[in-house]
């Protein structure tokens, strides 16, 4: 008796065993769905959807050498490995440019985005820029439903139907990085000032909760912040979407605000939520969040992290003058040198310096005490034009979609 399944055995409507779902990998863009969720193979949509998900395989390796598992670890994939992925975004930056796919079938090239398991189809790519690794489509799936695997059947987005916008007694601190090249591939908005912080505030007896709200799926990212000393982690992948990048802006503003509300709900009176933005403060993305009134008279603080003092002071100029963020604090490794010091004198940069690698934890801890932004200040003054608008309604696509209740509540059955 043959007991080794076919491995290129991809029928519509046959069924996916355990053992086959243990042989690929996993990533990090699947985590909000269970493994119970891959009940067939199904044929593959020919115009899928925002999270689709699809089993590819390697077949040339460029940039991405390793995939991020739903543990966090990087698994090296070479050519034939097969994996889970996810249907990205149109995505528009500088360094290319990818589009929903359309008329795919099996065997159609797409180009993995990142590490994080997700995939497009590139339409320009710079050329400059490292070529991108090609994976081959082989197949989608169904639930028992009969319903396409897509990753919001299974996110926590319908958990939180209620948004709230109050603070009830946190310091919430904003966390971004002052890099002008906005398309942070594989790195996912890395920031190790985002880790310093949590690890310091811990460490000083205080409760914290740390959220990514903008990137591409990166799990490392949340278990390292988890390490770092967090009480809670949350992200936008838990919510069922594997990137925020080419998202629009209300899709954009309802995963803040959900994320905004878990880390809340989960933190205590006193305690620090801290949010970061995996893009650059210079990026349209993480500008547009700023901007927006609620945000802005929700931060207590805002941490810029970068190397060089030409970065820093453009983007502290940024959020003092056009985002009238009051409490800015500058995050480098390069701050525990006279030298760093004395640029920033020359510069006039008034705002303080802390190093994220070598972390003094009472000045850090000291120098994220509760304050009022400026435009909170503003705000309570009535000096602030935009006071009207920070009371709003977010938008309707809040309760829009309710996953089927089978998708959520389908025990796993052996």
Same mark, same amino acid.
């Given at each position: 008796? @043959?007991?080794?399944?076919?491995?290129?055995?991809?029928?519509?409507?046959?069924?996916?065993?355990?053992?086959?779902?243990?042989?690929?990998?996993?990533?990090?863009?699947?985590?909000?769905?269970?493994?119970?969720?891959?009940?067939?193979?199904?044929?593959?949509?020919?115009?899928?959807?925002?999270?689709?998900?699809?089993?590819?395989?390697?077949? @040339?390796?460029?940039?991405?050498?390793?995939?991020?598992?739903?543990?966090?670890?990087?698994?090296?994939?070479?050519?034939?490995?097969?994996? +889970?992925?996810?249907?990205?975004?149109?995505?528009?930056?500088?360094?290319?440019?990818?589009?929903?796919? #359309? @008329?795919?079938?099996?065997?159609?090239?797409?180009?993995?985005?990142?590490?994080?398991?997700?995939?497009?189809?590139?339409?320009?790519?710079?050329?400059?820029?490292?070529?991108?690794?090609? #994976?081959?489509?082989?197949?989608?799936?169904?639930?028992?439903?009969? *319903?396409?695997?897509?990753?919001?059947?299974?996110?926590?987005?319908?958990?939180?139907?209620?948004?709230?916008?109050?603070?009830?007694?946190?310091?919430? #601190?904003?966390?971004?990085?002052?890099?002008?090249?906005?398309?942070?591939?594989?790195?996912?908005?890395?920031?190790?000032?985002? %880790?310093?912080?949590?690890?310091?505030?811990?460490?000083?007896?205080?409760?914290?909760?740390?959220?990514?709200?903008?990137?591409?799926?990166?799990?490392?990212?949340?278990?390292?912040?988890?390490?770092?000393?967090?009480?809670?982690?949350?992200?936008?992948?838990?919510?069922?979407?594997?990137?925020?990048?080419?998202?629009? %802006?209300?899709?954009?503003?309802?995963?803040?605000?959900?994320?905004?509300?878990?880390?809340?709900?989960?933190?205590?009176?006193?305690?620090?939520?801290?949010? *970061?933005?995996?893009?650059?403060?210079?990026? *349209?993305?993480?500008?547009?969040?700023?901007?927006?009134?609620?945000?802005?008279?929700?931060?207590?603080?805002?941490?810029?992290?970068?190397?060089?003092?030409?970065?820093?002071?453009?983007?502290?100029?940024?959020?003092?003058?056009?985002?009238?963020?009051?409490?800015?604090?500058?995050?480098?490794?390069?701050?525990?040198?006279?030298?760093?010091?004395?640029?920033?004198?020359?510069?006039?940069?008034?705002?303080?310096?802390?190093?994220?690698?070598?972390?003094?934890?009472?000045?850090?801890?000291?120098?994220?005490?509760?304050?009022?932004? %400026?435009? *909170?200040?503003?705000?309570?003054?009535?000096?602030?034009?935009?006071?009207? @608008?920070?009371?709003?309604? +977010?938008?309707?696509?809040?309760?829009?979609?309710?996953?089927?209740?089978?998708?959520?509540?389908?025990?796993?059955?052996?």
């Amino acid at each position: 008796m @043959n007991l080794v399944e076919p491995w290129n055995d991809f029928e519509p409507g046959s069924a996916v065993s355990s053992r086959r779902l243990s042989t690929w990998i996993y990533p990090s863009a699947c985590v909000a769905v269970p493994a119970y969720a891959f009940s067939f193979f199904s044929e593959v949509p020919r115009s899928p959807q925002l999270g689709d998900v699809l089993l590819v395989e390697a077949a @040339n390796i460029g940039r991405s050498m390793f995939v991020e598992d739903s543990f966090g670890c990087c698994i090296p994939i070479f050519p034939g490995s097969q994996l +889970l992925a996810v249907v990205a975004p149109e995505l528009h930056c500088d360094a290319l440019d990818t589009k929903l796919t #359309v @008329n795919l079938s099996a065997e159609s090239e797409l180009s993995l985005l990142n590490t994080g398991g997700t995939v497009g189809r590139v339409v320009r790519q710079d050329g400059s820029s490292e070529r991108l690794t090609s #994976v081959l489509v082989k197949s989608a799936f169904r639930n028992r439903a009969g *319903e396409v695997v897509n990753t919001a059947l299974y996110g926590k987005q319908s958990w939180y139907p209620l948004i709230t916008k109050a603070k009830q007694g946190r310091t919430i #601190v904003g966390v971004v990085n002052s890099a002008k090249d906005t398309y942070r591939h594989d790195i996912s908005g890395w920031s190790s000032a985002t %880790k310093a912080l949590v690890y310091a505030l811990a460490s000083a007896g205080h409760t914290v909760t740390a959220g990514r709200v903008s990137g591409n799926a990166a799990r490392r990212e949340l278990r390292l912040l988890r390490a770092a000393g967090a009480d809670h982690v949350a992200d936008y992948v838990q919510l069922g979407y594997p990137t925020t990048s080419g998202l629009d %802006k209300d899709t954009q503003a309802l995963l803040f605000w959900q994320i905004y509300q878990m880390l809340v709900e989960k933190s205590s009176p006193g305690g620090f939520v801290l949010l *970061e933005f995996s893009e650059s403060i210079f990026s *349209e993305d993480t500008l547009q969040r700023l901007r927006q009134p609620d945000v802005r008279y929700l931060l207590d603080h805002l941490v810029i992290s970068g190397r060089g003092v030409d970065d820093l002071q453009q983007a502290s100029q940024l959020a003092r003058t056009s985002l009238k963020i009051g409490s800015i604090l500058l995050s480098s490794p390069a701050a525990g040198s006279a030298a760093f010091a004395s640029q920033l004198a020359e510069r006039h940069i008034p705002h303080p310096c802390f190093d994220p690698l070598v972390v003094n934890i009472a000045h850090v801890a000291a120098l994220l005490q509760p304050t009022r932004s %400026k435009f *909170e200040i503003e705000r309570i003054q009535g000096k602030n034009t935009d006071s009207n @608008n920070s009371t709003q309604e +977010l938008p309707k696509l809040i309760t829009a979609q309710t996953p089927p209740k089978t998708a959520i509540s389908e025990p796993p059955k052996e």
